[in-house]
């Protein structure tokens, strides 16, 4: 197999196939030799272990995660990459391409059919622009998978990896660290990528939880909620949730109150356990 993260290599394959990036699916495709191997150690897959990966580029962390893993099917959204695939992953006959949309594919239904008996992790370079709606389907799907390592923009891997109650975290943070444990592994320059993007990326790995770090009586509502706290982030708790949920402001603020919190409170510097205790005497 010739070297995928060779510039001269990847433009003879593009230019033998006739394939030109799309901005709209935004692909930028890894260039920097170190990177795929790291993610490919990083995720957690063994040969006992299958890998889900979303969008395979032309195949340069699928081969190392085939090297890696006793199985990887790949959901690549794109059907002009299928036959640049077929050349450059060849020689390996653990790798299945699956042509769909990953928000539109029923991944339980994949698993129990592809990965049977199998432990199975979830590795991906992600499109910056899809990177919350993915994680957050992923993490609310609860697969049964063990953990997931993508590579996403610098400060969505900040915002992902920060704790709860920090001025950086958002929405997606609260829903990233009910369903798992964060972290950050390392930084990836802009240069690593063929075309090179306007901002760095990070690598991230979510080791799922087995259980909540809080408990709720009804995690839509809680999620509800918590989106609507996030969502006008110059305004107060309780301004932002009753917009975002329709209720009286009064009916916020006692409920805050109740929670031993002030109604000038704003939600980035909610704890997980306040949030959680806020709902819950939302619901009262």
Known sequence: M???????VIRRVLERHGFSFSKSLGQNF???PGICPKMAQSCGADKDTGVIEIGAGIGVLTAELAKTAKK????ELDSRLLP???ETLAEFDNIEIVNADIMKTDLHRLIAEKFPGMEVVICANLPYYITSP???M???SKLPVKAITVMVQKEAAQRLCTPVGSRESGAITVCTNYYAEAKQLFGVSRGSFMPAPNVDSAVIRLDIRQEPPVRVSDESRFFRMVKAAFSQRRKTAVNSISSGMGLAKTQVAD???KCGLSPSVRAESLSMEELA???ENLEG
């Open 255 to 257: 409920a805050l109150k």
């Open 72 to 75: 990887v099917v790949c959901v």
């Open 84 to 86: 640049i695939l077929d």
């Open 277 to 279: 205790m806020l709902c």
């Open 30 to 32: 890894i260039i920097n």
């Open 2 to 8: 010739e070297n995928l993260s060779d510039i001269s």
């Open 134 to 136: 993915v994680i957050t």
């Open 138 to 140: 992923l993490l609310e």
